[in-house]
């Protein structure tokens, strides 16, 4: 089964508007990261967390970890048509293999 | 950030022959590189885990002889599907990581869209 799992599946919103998108994973990290993928396109590596932090900000990026809740969430501020993508988070559990989640389709609206 | 190429972008071949996607950090050495293959509105999943100058790590129900992984420099990976069929047609995408540990981040190329007719 996935590490990460993701909610929602997808997410429509205006532009303008705040878009937060939950993961949550089964066993102990020592980080998360959280990447974006635009349609066909190749990841981009947004923000990387620790276990050992409880919130990242990066621009209008929002990062919060709850390691006692093996969750994260991941808020876009004031959001853009361009910030119209797919969103992953991924995890370590073992080795150094990067899971990732089933990822949440965020949708932008003009 | 780090930068990842691949090439091609884009390939179409028949069925029965074998497709190479290159995969190369251009601006740091990798001493691990990974394949990840992707199905449509699906997530990633990885293939192969793949160490300069040793022998790639398959993951489980993937074929090793299928998909021939080489990683015979710091900064290039290969992969080559063999003897190609319709259902291996996906998005490939690459990821390189300076080090070895966890800390480090992966960068990811931009990805190979195989369509096998």
Same mark, same amino acid.
């Given at each position: ?16 508007e705040?878009?937060t %998108? ?13 990447y974006?993928?635009n349609?066909g !396109? ?9 276990s050992?932090? !409880?919130?990242?900000?990066?621009? !209008? ?6 390691t ?13 048509a361009?910030d ?10 073992s080795?150094? !293999? ?8 965020l949708?932008?609206?003009? | ?10 390939? #179409? ?7 190479? #996607? ?8 990798? /001493? /691990?590189?990974f394949?990840?293959r ?6 990633? %999943? ?22 021939? #992984? ?8 290969t ?9 291996d047609?996906s998005f490939? #995408? ?5 080090g070895a /540990?966890?800390?480090? /981040? ?12």
């Amino acid at each position: 089964s996935q590490q990460g799992e993701e909610d929602p599946q997808a997410l429509s919103i205006q532009e303008g508007e705040n878009a937060t %998108m939950n993961c949550s994973y089964k066993t102990s990290i020592n980080n998360l990261q959280w990447y974006r993928q635009n349609s066909g !396109r190749g990841l981009v590596h947004l923000i990387l967390i620790r276990s050992n932090e !409880r919130e990242k900000h990066s621009g !209008r990026l929002r990062v919060t970890l709850d390691t006692s809740k093996k969750s994260s969430s991941l808020l876009i501020t004031a959001s853009r048509a361009a910030d119209t993508a797919s969103y992953f988070c991924a995890t370590e559990p073992s080795g150094s !293999r990067l899971t990732f989640g089933e990822g949440t389709q965020l949708t932008v609206n003009p | 950030g780090a930068v990842v190429s691949q090439h091609p972008s884009r390939v #179409i071949c028949k069925s029965g022959t074998s497709v190479k #996607i290159e995969c190369r950090s251009l601006d740091f050495q990798a /001493t /691990t590189m990974f394949w990840y293959r992707q199905f449509p509105k699906q997530s990633l %999943m990885l293939m192969a885990t793949s160490n300069e100058g040793s022998k790639a790590t398959y993951e489980q129900g993937v074929e090793k002889d299928k998909f021939l #992984i080489n990683h015979a420099s710091l900064t290039l990976s290969t992969l080559t599907v063999t003897s190609a069929h319709p259902e291996d047609s996906s998005f490939y #995408i690459c990821s390189a990581r300076q080090g070895a /540990t966890r800390a480090d /981040t992966q960068y990811f190329g931009p990805g190979t869209r195989l369509t096998v007719l």
